[in-house]
Protein backbone atom coordinates (compact mmCIF):
# COMPACT_ATOMS: atom_id res chain seq x y z
CA UNK A 1 0.00 0.00 0.00
CA UNK A 2 1.15 3.15 -0.92
CA UNK A 3 0.12 6.56 1.19
CA UNK A 4 0.69 9.98 -0.41
CA UNK A 5 1.48 12.63 2.14
CA UNK A 6 0.50 16.38 1.23
CA UNK A 7 1.88 19.03 3.64
CA UNK A 8 0.18 22.34 4.40
CA UNK A 9 -0.50 24.20 1.20
CA UNK A 10 0.36 28.38 3.08
CA UNK A 11 -0.64 29.97 0.28
CA UNK A 12 1.13 27.67 -2.85
CA UNK A 13 -2.18 26.32 -3.82
CA UNK A 14 -0.84 25.51 -7.49
CA UNK A 15 1.87 23.63 -6.09
CA UNK A 16 0.16 21.40 -3.74
CA UNK A 17 -2.16 21.06 -7.28
CA UNK A 18 0.97 19.76 -8.79
CA UNK A 19 1.80 17.83 -6.01
CA UNK A 20 -1.59 15.84 -5.72
CA UNK A 21 -1.81 15.47 -9.59
CA UNK A 22 2.13 13.96 -9.31
CA UNK A 23 0.43 11.24 -6.37
CA UNK A 24 -2.74 10.43 -8.64
CA UNK A 25 -1.34 10.14 -12.14
CA UNK A 26 2.36 9.39 -11.36
CA UNK A 27 3.00 7.68 -8.43
CA UNK A 28 -0.67 6.20 -8.31
CA UNK A 29 -1.06 6.09 -4.80
CA UNK A 30 -3.66 4.37 -3.21
CA UNK A 31 -4.32 7.17 -0.79
CA UNK A 32 -3.54 10.53 -0.32
CA UNK A 33 -3.80 12.52 2.74
CA UNK A 34 -3.53 16.33 2.96
CA UNK A 35 -2.15 17.72 6.28
CA UNK A 36 -3.26 20.84 6.31
CA UNK A 37 -6.93 22.25 7.54
CA UNK A 38 -7.68 24.76 5.36
CA UNK A 39 -9.70 22.71 2.96
CA UNK A 40 -7.12 23.43 0.30
CA UNK A 41 -7.26 20.37 -1.10
CA UNK A 42 -10.56 19.70 -1.26
CA UNK A 43 -11.58 22.70 -3.28
CA UNK A 44 -9.06 21.54 -5.96
CA UNK A 45 -10.10 17.86 -5.92
CA UNK A 46 -13.79 19.13 -6.20
CA UNK A 47 -12.71 21.56 -9.32
CA UNK A 48 -11.07 18.55 -11.19
CA UNK A 49 -14.61 16.17 -10.57
CA UNK A 50 -16.36 19.40 -11.71
CA UNK A 51 -14.28 19.67 -15.28
CA UNK A 52 -14.84 15.53 -15.19
CA UNK A 53 -18.76 15.40 -14.48
CA UNK A 54 -20.43 19.06 -14.56
CA UNK A 55 -20.88 21.51 -11.33
CA UNK A 56 -22.72 18.71 -9.69
CA UNK A 57 -20.56 16.46 -8.93
CA UNK A 58 -21.69 14.74 -6.12
CA UNK A 59 -22.29 10.54 -5.77
CA UNK A 60 -26.14 11.82 -5.19
CA UNK A 61 -26.50 13.65 -8.96
CA UNK A 62 -25.45 10.58 -10.31
CA UNK A 63 -28.32 8.91 -11.55
CA UNK A 64 -29.05 13.03 -12.95
CA UNK A 65 -26.43 12.91 -14.93
CA UNK A 66 -27.32 9.25 -16.27
CA UNK A 67 -30.81 9.99 -17.38
CA UNK A 68 -29.22 14.01 -19.15
CA UNK A 69 -26.47 12.06 -20.81
CA UNK A 70 -26.98 8.90 -21.58
CA UNK A 71 -30.91 8.01 -22.33
CA UNK A 72 -30.22 9.71 -25.29
CA UNK A 73 -26.78 9.59 -25.71
CA UNK A 74 -24.63 7.64 -28.76
CA UNK A 75 -22.39 4.83 -28.02
CA UNK A 76 -19.41 6.75 -28.05
CA UNK A 77 -20.77 9.38 -26.23
CA UNK A 78 -22.08 6.53 -23.74
CA UNK A 79 -18.44 5.31 -22.95
CA UNK A 80 -17.12 8.87 -22.66
CA UNK A 81 -19.46 9.30 -19.80
CA UNK A 82 -18.48 6.33 -17.95
CA UNK A 83 -14.73 7.19 -18.35
CA UNK A 84 -15.36 10.34 -16.87
CA UNK A 85 -17.45 9.20 -14.05
CA UNK A 86 -14.59 6.20 -13.13
CA UNK A 87 -11.96 9.17 -13.21
CA UNK A 88 -14.04 11.08 -10.51
CA UNK A 89 -14.38 8.28 -8.52
CA UNK A 90 -10.47 7.33 -8.57
CA UNK A 91 -10.45 10.95 -7.10
CA UNK A 92 -11.80 9.64 -3.80
CA UNK A 93 -8.43 8.97 -2.93
CA UNK A 94 -7.97 12.17 -1.99
CA UNK A 95 -8.50 13.00 1.81
CA UNK A 96 -7.99 15.60 3.85
CA UNK A 97 -7.89 15.65 8.07
CA UNK A 98 -11.56 17.51 9.27
CA UNK A 99 -9.64 19.69 11.98
CA UNK A 100 -6.48 20.78 13.61
CA UNK A 101 -6.63 18.48 16.65
CA UNK A 102 -8.32 15.71 14.55
CA UNK A 103 -6.59 12.14 14.41
CA UNK A 104 -6.61 9.84 11.39
CA UNK A 105 -5.50 6.06 12.77
CA UNK A 106 -3.53 3.89 10.08
CA UNK A 107 -2.12 0.45 10.20
CA UNK A 108 1.27 0.20 8.59
CA UNK A 109 2.96 -3.19 8.22
CA UNK A 110 1.18 -4.37 11.68
CA UNK A 111 2.54 -0.56 13.45
CA UNK A 112 -0.10 1.94 14.78
CA UNK A 113 0.17 5.67 12.59
CA UNK A 114 -1.24 8.63 13.96
CA UNK A 115 -1.78 11.57 11.69
CA UNK A 116 -2.49 14.94 12.78
CA UNK A 117 -2.29 18.38 11.94
CA UNK A 118 -0.30 19.74 15.07
CA UNK A 119 1.46 17.20 17.21
CA UNK A 120 1.00 19.72 19.97
CA UNK A 121 -2.32 17.63 19.97
CA UNK A 122 -0.88 14.31 20.59
CA UNK A 123 -1.71 12.90 24.39
CA UNK A 124 0.07 10.32 26.08
CA UNK A 125 -3.53 7.71 24.63
CA UNK A 126 -2.21 8.96 20.97
CA UNK A 127 1.69 7.92 21.91
CA UNK A 128 1.97 4.58 23.77
CA UNK A 129 0.28 2.53 21.09
CA UNK A 130 1.91 4.44 18.53
CA UNK A 131 4.72 3.93 15.73
CA UNK A 132 4.40 6.47 13.84
CA UNK A 133 3.49 9.97 14.87
CA UNK A 134 2.38 12.04 11.33
CA UNK A 135 1.99 15.62 11.01
CA UNK A 136 1.85 18.42 9.05
CA UNK A 137 2.64 21.52 11.04
CA UNK A 138 6.06 22.41 9.75
CA UNK A 139 7.62 24.26 7.15
CA UNK A 140 10.11 21.85 6.48
CA UNK A 141 10.00 17.97 5.75
CA UNK A 142 11.03 15.22 8.89
CA UNK A 143 11.60 12.36 9.07
CA UNK A 144 13.12 11.15 12.91
CA UNK A 145 12.94 8.44 15.18
CA UNK A 146 12.68 9.24 19.07
CA UNK A 147 13.12 6.23 20.80
CA UNK A 148 10.91 3.60 19.66
CA UNK A 149 8.89 5.92 17.44
CA UNK A 150 9.11 7.90 14.28
CA UNK A 151 7.92 10.93 14.25
CA UNK A 152 7.26 12.25 10.17
CA UNK A 153 6.72 15.22 8.29
CA UNK A 154 6.37 16.31 4.53
CA UNK A 155 6.45 19.53 5.91
CA UNK A 156 4.41 22.57 3.87
CA UNK A 157 4.73 23.78 0.44
CA UNK A 158 6.65 26.43 1.37
CA UNK A 159 9.38 24.48 1.32
CA UNK A 160 8.80 21.41 0.62
CA UNK A 161 5.36 19.33 0.84
CA UNK A 162 5.58 15.56 -0.19
CA UNK A 163 6.16 12.12 0.97
CA UNK A 164 5.00 8.68 -0.13
CA UNK A 165 4.73 6.08 2.52
CA UNK A 166 4.87 2.53 1.18
CA UNK A 167 4.15 -0.37 3.77
CA UNK A 168 6.22 -3.20 2.32
CA UNK A 169 6.65 -6.69 3.64
CA UNK A 170 9.97 -5.80 4.76
CA UNK A 171 8.94 -2.41 6.70
CA UNK A 172 7.62 0.64 6.01
CA UNK A 173 10.10 3.14 3.65
CA UNK A 174 9.20 7.08 3.47
CA UNK A 175 10.31 8.62 0.21
CA UNK A 176 10.97 12.44 0.50
CA UNK A 177 10.04 14.88 -2.75
CA UNK A 178 11.29 18.47 -3.24
CA UNK A 179 8.88 21.21 -4.66
CA UNK A 180 10.40 20.01 -8.29
CA UNK A 181 8.86 16.41 -6.99
CA UNK A 182 11.95 15.03 -7.17
CA UNK A 183 12.86 12.01 -5.10
CA UNK A 184 15.39 13.96 -2.38
CA UNK A 185 15.91 10.66 0.28
CA UNK A 186 14.12 7.28 1.01
CA UNK A 187 14.35 6.25 4.42
CA UNK A 188 13.81 3.02 5.97
CA UNK A 189 11.84 2.74 8.82
CA UNK A 190 13.13 0.46 11.30
CA UNK A 191 10.37 -0.54 13.89
CA UNK A 192 12.36 -3.00 15.96
CA UNK A 193 12.15 -2.89 19.80
CA UNK A 194 15.57 -4.08 19.99
CA UNK A 195 16.99 -6.36 22.43
CA UNK A 196 16.64 -5.93 26.12
CA UNK A 197 19.69 -7.31 27.98
CA UNK A 198 19.59 -8.57 31.72
CA UNK A 199 22.64 -8.97 33.51
CA UNK A 200 22.40 -10.97 37.11
CA UNK A 201 25.62 -11.37 39.38
CA UNK A 202 27.05 -14.42 39.86
Same mark, same amino acid.
Given at each position: ????????????? !???????????????????????? $?????? =?? /??????? *??? $????????????????? +??????? /??? !???????? #????? /??????????? #??? +????????????????? =??????? *????????????? +?????? &??? &??? $??? *???? $????? +??? *??????? #??? !???????????????????
Amino acid at each position: MQLGLLGPSLGHD !QALERAAEFLHKERGVDRALYLGV $DNCLDR =IV /SGWAEKL *VGS $DPGQSALWTRVTEQCLS +GSPDQIE /SFI !QRERERQR #LKLFE /SLPGESTRAIE #LLN +GKVAVLIYDKAYLDEED =ILPATLL *VFGKSREALVRRV +GRRWFV &SPG &SFA $DAG *VMIV $DDHDN +GIH *VTHFDRQ #LKE !QKRTHLSTSRGVRLRVSGG
